[in-house]
């Protein structure tokens, strides 16, 4: 719709260190009042003053542990380190799924390990899909370098020479 990935910024926060004890430890964006977010989950890239991350977000109230509040918490795949304090920016890619209430914290993290290992996927076919491209323009590239070769060499075999023009008056 918007002819580009949405975009969101917020400070990371401390949360309930809840994504921790999963095994998906979770930047929790504070995000500031009014700003319009899709509430699902996400497959996102945060970008940081230290560097660029995939990973995955939830937006929504956490129905599996009676959440009352939104939140904006993002898993950055294969992270680790200290966000706190810091500003991230999050670039929304595709909707994964909506969010859904699990019967207990197992079946959560079952679903997580699904949904990272999907992203997984994904960037991985991405990156094949880049090196395919990355070859093909070099291909390209080559032959366009071959075929304005010979058209400069062709040109400079048909040029008249100066000289050839005063000898011909």
């Given at each position: 719709l918007l002819g580009r990935p949405y975009n969101a910024q917020g400070v990371v926060?401390?949360?309930d260190?809840?994504?921790r004890q999963l095994g998906y430890p979770t930047a929790n964006i504070r995000v500031p009042q009014g700003k319009a977010l899709p509430l699902g989950?996400?497959?996102v890239t945060a970008q940081g003053d230290h560097?660029?991350?995939h990973g995955m977000a939830n937006v929504g109230f956490r129905p599996t542990v009676n959440g009352t509040e939104r939140r904006f918490e993002v898993n950055l795949l294969d992270?680790?380190?200290d966000l706190y304090g810091q500003e991230l920016q999050i670039r929304f890619h595709r909707k994964l799924r909506s969010e859904q209430k699990f019967s207990?914290?197992?079946e959560l993290k079952a679903q997580?390990?699904?949904d990272a290992q999907a992203r997984k996927e994904e960037l991985a076919m991405v990156g094949e899909l880049l090196a395919v491209d990355a070859d093909k323009f070099q291909a390209f590239a080559d032959s366009a370098d071959h075929l304005l070769r010979d058209i400069r060499a062709q040109l400079?075999?048909?040029a008249v020479q100066p000289d050839a023009r005063a000898d011909a008056l």
């Open positions: 926060v401390r949360g260190q809840l994504g989950v996400f497959a560097g660029v991350w992270f680790s380190g207990g914290l197992d997580l390990a699904r400079d075999a048909t």
